[in-house]
């Protein structure tokens, strides 16, 4: 991309913090460059939205003893499967799993931790989550 054509739009999510790519300048070099643009804020808030959504449905999957607070934190912290997967060092079917209550219950505390480490939380917080 020549650096005529990075986009200068303002992107609220970043808070006025412009991010930084590289373009070419009128010499062919690469440069840094500042940008922002609002189809990439867009792309944050409808992401952002959909998470609030999904953590709602967490919510109320739990009180109907369906999904595990896990599904919660891990909405709450905007990861999906193969991020928390990654993250607690696990195979995915195994965490998705973990997001069923009935073997949630069943879970000890040092399977528990891997949790609890990955969403900054208290083992207390997770294990007598509260609605």
């Known amino acids: ?11 609220k999510t970043l808070d006025g913090i412009k991010k930084v ?8 070099e690469f440069q840094k460059v500042n940008y ?4 990439e804020e867009f792309a944050t808030q409808t992401a952002v939205e959909e998470y609030e959504v999904l953590k709602q449905e967490s919510l109320e999957n739990i009180k109907k003893e369906l999904s595990s ?3 919660y934190f891990m909405y709450e912290n905007r990861m999906d499967l193969p991020t928390l997967a990654s ?6 079917f195994r ?12 879970m000890n505390d040092k399977l528990l931790s ?6 900054n939380i208290k083992l207390e917080d997770l294990k007598e989550f509260k609605i």
């Not at 922002?36 to 189809?39: K, R």
């Not at 891997?114 to 969403?119: I, P, S």
């Open 69 to 71: 607070p896990i599904e």
């Open 36 to 39: 922002g643009s609002s189809v």
């Open 87 to 92: 993250v607690v060092g696990m195979f995915q």
């Open 21 to 28: 790519m590289y373009a070419k300048d009128e010499e062919g």
């Open 95 to 106: 965490v998705k799993r973990h997001l069923r209550m009935d073997v949630f219950k069943k």
């Open 114 to 119: 891997k949790y609890v480490q990955a969403f």
């Open 1 to 11: 991309m020549d650096k005529i054509e990075v986009p200068q739009e303002e992107n």
